[in-house]
């Protein structure tokens, strides 16, 4: 037996077989032990074909020969169907066995092997002794083949014989053979069962039944299909929900996605989902569930598109009213669905127990009966009390009556946003405003819900087209406003030009005039530096606009969040009014944000505390916007927290875990180009310090083009400085001086030096390379000039650090590097602190001065308890240069433990050896499957196992022996 799912771009089979490691290892087991029979149980699609294929090919059936014969799907089945396919290819062994005369009876069943059977037997007038001899030859012949496996598929579909004969052979099996018995459990006869259920002593008998691979079993098992290391959670949810865990639907889903184009590769290789909602179902699940229904009764069939319709579980009388039935027709039905398992029971309540097999169902319902029901189920929802008012405007929509379900799903979408469920608010208003007929106003009321609830949500849809379809009518000028407003902010987050979002914003202001949170907000927005041809004065007067304004908000709420906005933008210029603005919002709040829009604030000038080298300030704000943001429905406000809190984390030199919610918040804004950035930013500057040099270089020149691209500016210096120092070490100083230069000239033109002094040593260096001296002097100079009198706390230890690079002499330097680690201790920031040290004890050595040996320890340490494993390679050379003795280095980081089990690598192992899965331990220890799976893998490379089995087995016993 051999499986070929083709290459990997073309593949549609794992080449791997994924969560059904222990059933396999049962069946093996069982199989190995003739004579013995396996069953084989579980529903169509569930991949009983695979193991029976992975069984085969294990090295313990080596030796065995494997026979395999399947029923088939036919209304008149051709007698012992299976048992006559499986022998059919057996010629060649049976020409070398000794075979009973009594096998000449299957000469007329089995024509291909005449030339190796016995003689004919004369034929016998009673057809149960012809059976019985039949049955006789048949056993004759399989126990001449030696050591064998007998595999029957789709038993389901079994004639009568072929069932009667597994009977007679199970009674006396042959010593040397097993038997496995496949079948769909819902749908199998009752003969097969009691065919297994007779079984003598003598013969081994297991029982093996497949369940659907969980959501986590089906992101791997996509991911093999699709050869790559994973697929984002988004996407395996998705798939798993959409598929009901059946490995058949998943293969068959991801095969339309490859023919639809609806599949994208990110970077690193992980795959993610374009509209995986609109996909069908499978045509193998359709036409097996389909048939499965035609075979029911009409009350049964009319019971089962009542319930496709409905979707959801409902109780009984609901069934009945949608379905036209009586409740005696409706009860009948449901029994024999109910039976047949497509239906299942769930507290009072039955539904379709797999997506698939509703959506088959539903798609067989003719378009006039199919709106008829729909009408029916709306009408049935209505009276349900609070009324489901998604599930109404669902099936008024689809009883094709639209004014009606224009009003109900704006009711729906009103809910929703209640609810904090935006993105279900989303949802429902862009259906309506692509597929509803609509007055030009209501289109420009919907439009602007459509636009607010997008905003909120992680990662907004891209409807700007329907905002600005709404603008093509006429429009009252306060929606209007809105509605520009709303397409900037929109643009925003999906990462459009930034010239675009002023251009928007612009279009809004004298629209908004009676709006004055409104006014102020956009006012606050257009003073944010996010375009580049814009200079730092204008942005100062829309600033000082929104001030102005902010009196007349009249909402206290909305008033502290414009604050924040302009606290935010002003800190970034340094202008020091940002503090008492910051003040003023925490007095306004007494500390505690409780709004959204005031976490909103805190959060803003915390990135922006962060950026300017506040650092013990930010994280008091951002604790306070988290432990705020924790308490909303909406995750969107504390996955922005979490966003800032990577920064705050990776400036403070608080490196720990941070690499994986780097990774966490990488695949949670996928689709927010403007917010993703700033997880971009922490990854690639982790991976440069981390020592991954190939892909640090390769990755901060991506992100720092982009960010220039995007106006995130604030974030600029971070990208920059790594880049630069990565291509001073490599000597490529020139060419990244001119890949950095448009960040340079934005923080020219804009003022924002406060921000960006962080970048100006990799400056200094990098020009001091490539013999800019003089043009690197003039910028400190210039930079010294700019800076004095703003609020710029980084400063004094970044134009040291800089200066550095610059003097004359090695003692020289050396001072100047020592008071930029001073300077950069006393903020906080350890990594350049440590980086500073370092370059002053380099100096220090070529100077013969004896203090060199202390900055150089203080900077090895530092890196090791970073894990900064380029920077630590670096010094520990200086220290070897020197002769000078340090602390063993850890190949791990920050605590390497070399052939042994880190204290987390062991935590896991020891779940994972108890059973739990990758995302059950990820919910104990509050980390990503993918960080279970890095500590779980370097487990079983230390301990040198392949297998949680194994591994269960190894620490036990390392704790029995403790």
């Keep these: 037996m051999t499986l070929d799912g083709g290459t990997a771009a073309g593949r549609v089979i794992s080449p791997v077989l994924v969560g059904r490691e222990d059933q396999l290892r049962r069946l093996v087991t069982a199989m190995s032990r003739p004579p013995a029979v396996v069953v084989l149980e579980g529903e169509a699609g569930i991949g009983k074909t695979r193991l029976v294929t992975e069984m085969a090919a294990h090295p313990d059936a080596a030796g065995r020969l494997f026979l395999v014969g399947g029923a088939r799907r036919i209304r008149e089945p051709f007698p012992l169907g299976p048992v006559v396919e499986a022998l059919r290819g057996t010629g060649e062994l049976l020409a070398r066995a000794e075979l009973s005369p009594v096998t000449g009876a299957l000469r007329g069943l089995l024509p ?550 780097t990774a966490l918040l990488l695949d949670e804004y996928g689709g927010r180009p403007f917010d993703r950035i700033t997880a971009e930013t922490v990854a690639a500057c982790l991976a440069l310090a981390h020592g991954d040099l190939d892909v640090a270089r390769r990755d901060l020149h991506d992100v720092v083009r982009r960010t220039v691209d995007l106006g995130g500016y604030e974030l600029l210096p971070l990208s920059v400085t790594g880049f630069l120092r990565l291509s001073s070490a490599r000597g490529e100083a020139e060419a990244a001086l001119a890949v950095t230069g448009a960040a340079v000239t934005v923080w020219e033109t804009k003022g924002l030096w406060p921000l960006a002094v962080r970048a100006v040593p990799a400056l200094a260096e990098a020009m001091a390379g490539v013999g800019r001296h003089d043009e690197a002097a003039d910028l400190i100079t210039r930079l010294s000039a700019r800076l004095d009198g703003l609020d710029a706390p980084l400063a004094p230890a970044a134009l040291a650090h800089a200066r550095g690079h610059l003097a004359a002499g090695p003692t020289a330097a050396a001072e100047r590097f020592l008071a930029a680690g001073s300077a950069y201790a006393r903020l906080g920031a350890l990594y350049e602190a440590a980086q500073a040290r370092e370059q002053a004890a380099g100096c220090l050595f070529a100077a013969a001065d004896t203090r060199a040996e202390e900055p150089l320890r203080a900077a090895i340490t530092t890196f090791q308890a970073l894990g900064a494993r380029w920077d630590l390679d670096r010094a520990a050379q200086l220290a070897r240069r020197y002769g000078v003795a340090v602390k063993g280095r850890y190949p791990g980081g920050p605590q390497g433990y070399g052939d042994g089990l880190s204290p987390r690598e062991r935590e896991i192992a020891e779940m994972a050896a108890a059973g739990l899965t990758n995302r059950e331990i990820g919910q104990q220890l509050f980390v990503s499957p993918r960080t279970v799976e890095k500590h779980l893998g370097a487990a079983l490379r230390k301990l040198g196992l392949r297998s949680r089995a194994a591994l269960g087995m190894h620490l036990g016993g390392d704790r029995d022996g403790r």
């Design 112 to 661: 291909e092997l005449t030339g190796v059977l016995p003689p004919p037997l004369e034929p016998l007038d009673d057809r149960a002794a012809e059976r019985h001899r039949l049955f006789r030859g048949l056993r004759e012949v399989l126990s001449a083949l030696g050591p064998l496996v007998l595999v029957m598929e789709d038993l389901h579909w079994a004639d009568e014989q072929t069932v009667e004969f597994l009977a007679y052979l199970l009674a006396a099996l042959p010593d040397r053979m097993s038997v496995v018995l496949v079948y769909r459990g819902e749908e199998v006869g009752a003969g097969v069962r009691e065919a297994t259920g007779r079984l003598p002593d003598s013969v081994f008998h297991h029982h093996v039944v497949l369940e659907a691979l969980d959501a986590e079993q089906t992101g791997v098992l996509a991911a093999s299909i699709l050869d790559a290391k994973n697929v984002t959670p988004d996407f395996g949810a998705h798939l798993h929900e959409l598929s009901s865990g059946l490995p058949l639907a998943v293969q068959e889903l991801l095969a339309l996605l490859r023919e639809r184009g609806a599949l994208i590769q990110l970077r690193g290789g992980r795959w993610a989902r374009k509209a995986l909602a609109e996909l069908d179902v499978p045509p193998g699940v359709r036409d097996s569930v389909r048939e499965r229904v035609g075979r029911l009764s009409a009350a049964a069939r009319g019971v089962a598109e009542a319930a496709a319709v409905l979707q959801v579980p409902v109780q009984v009388a609901v069934l009945a009213q949608v379905g036209g039935l009586s409740r005696a027709e409706t009860v009948a039905g449901l029994d024999e669905l109910l039976v047949s398992g497509l239906l299942a029971e769930q507290d009072g309540t039955v539904a379709f127990r797999h997506v698939l097999a509703a959506q088959a169902v539903y798609g067989g319902v003719p378009l006039g009966r199919r709106q008829d029901l729909h009408t029916r189920a709306a009408a049935a929802v209505r009276s349900v009390k609070p009324v489901p008012l998604g599930q109404e405007a669902h099936h008024l929509r689809q009883a094709g009556l639209l004014r009606e379900w224009v009003d109900a799903a704006e009711q729906a979408a009103d809910q929703a946003s209640e609810l904090g469920d935006d993105a279900e608010a989303v949802r429902i208003l862009e259906d309506v405003l692509r597929n509803a007929p609509l007055e030009p106003e209501r289109r420009g009321h919907l439009a602007v819900r459509l636009g607010w609830a997008a905003g909120q949500v992680l990662r907004p849809p891209e409807v700007i087209d329907l905002l600005s379809e709404a603008l093509e009518s006429e429009q009252p000028g306060p929606l209007r406003g809105q509605l520009h407003f709303l397409i900037g902010l929109l643009q925003e987050r999906l990462g459009d030009a930034p010239g675009a979002q002023r251009r928007a914003f612009i279009a809004a202001v004298d629209d908004l005039g009676d709006r004055p949170e409104l006014a102020a907000w956009v006012m606050a927005a257009l003073g944010r530096p996010m375009d580049a041809a814009v200079p730092l004065a204008e942005h100062t007067v829309w600033l000082d606009r929104a001030l102005e304004v902010v009196p007349a908000i009249g909402d206290p709420v909305e008033e502290v969040f414009v604050l924040g906005k302009v606290a935010t933008s002003l800190s970034g210029f340094g202008d020091r009014r940002w503090a008492a603005l910051t003040d003023d919002v925490r007095r306004r709040t007494g500390g505690r944000p409780r709004h959204r829009q005031e976490v909103n604030a805190y959060r803003s000038i915390a990135e922006s505390a962060c950026c300017t080298g506040y650092f013990e300030l930010a994280d008091q704000l951002l604790t306070a916007a988290s432990q705020a943001a924790g308490a909303e429905s909406s995750r969107e406000p504390l996955a922005r927290c979490r966003l800032v809190a990577l920064v705050l984390a990776y400036c403070r030199g608080t490196w720990t875990g941070l690499a994986q919610e």
